[in-house]
């Protein structure tokens, strides 16, 4: 287990590996490098907000609260600054280049557009609205994992939060992967990044996750209705489906302000001449070796 791109970069080039993930500086360096590949994915990143905690509410209870660290968040800054790996900005649940619309033939990105866009204004506008109910000195633990790319995505989301949200003072707290997945699975956290790889290539892979009960502890009776008119009633009508995934999504991200997508993975690798017939796909497992040769 490799957490470091400095580690991964370093053991690539003694020949220790033959295959190293990396992201940031380590990209940037490596750009003109005939060794590196840039893998599109759909998998998805993005902050849970736990609404409850031992049955009382917390503080992402608060709409208002929600709202201004959505807004706040700059995610252009995170993808061209911190990871630089090719990964993009999210402004929605449903990656880009994912499905299509049955009809037009259109991504669902462009029928669905932009959610939630950086609006510093907005942000400052909801944070006062909601120190008048939570107080002037408010204090958050971010959850991350302790993988390197992570942990800067944090530390860089930290100081966005702490200066565009005054009064706000943001810990982060990073664990390994397993035990971050256990706490968000478990509801102990209050904010938390979260990411989502779809098992099949269908929007509902990615809507279906945050149906009630989920382990942010958002509840809406109309976007659970919508899910189950897009599975019971919608099948046969391929058109009234996909709008209802689009009126679904912008519930969730947009009028329920439920979780803040941060940005749609890119993988970028450096990889050996002579390994070839790795396969990745944009849905399911994320790397397939079945086909690998290496000579």
Known sequence: MIKETATAFNLFQSDELDQA?????????????????KVPDSKVFYFKMNQK????????ANEDVRRAVAYAIDKEGIVDDVLADGSSASYGYIPKDFVKNPKTDADFREDAGDLMETNEDKAKEHWEKAKKEIGDEITIELLTSDEDA???VAETVQYQLQEALPGLNLEVKSVPLNNSIDLTRNGEYELAMGRWGPDYQDPMTYLESLRSPNNTNYESD????????ITNDYG???????????DAEKTLVE???????????TRSLLVKDNLKGIYYPNFGASTIFKYATYN
């Open 236 to 246: 046969n009508d391929p058109e009234k489906r996909w709008q209802a995934m689009i």
């Open 150 to 152: 992570e942990k800067k």
């Open 53 to 60: 905690s031992n049955d009382k509410d917390t503080i992402f």
């Open 255 to 265: 009028e329920d302000a439920a979780i803040v997508p941060l940005y749609q993975q």
């Open 21 to 37: 993930e990396i992201s940031g500086e380590h990209v940037k360096q490596n750009e003109d490098n005939p060794n590196l590949q």
């Open 222 to 229: 109309e976007y659970d209705d919508l899910l189950d008119k």
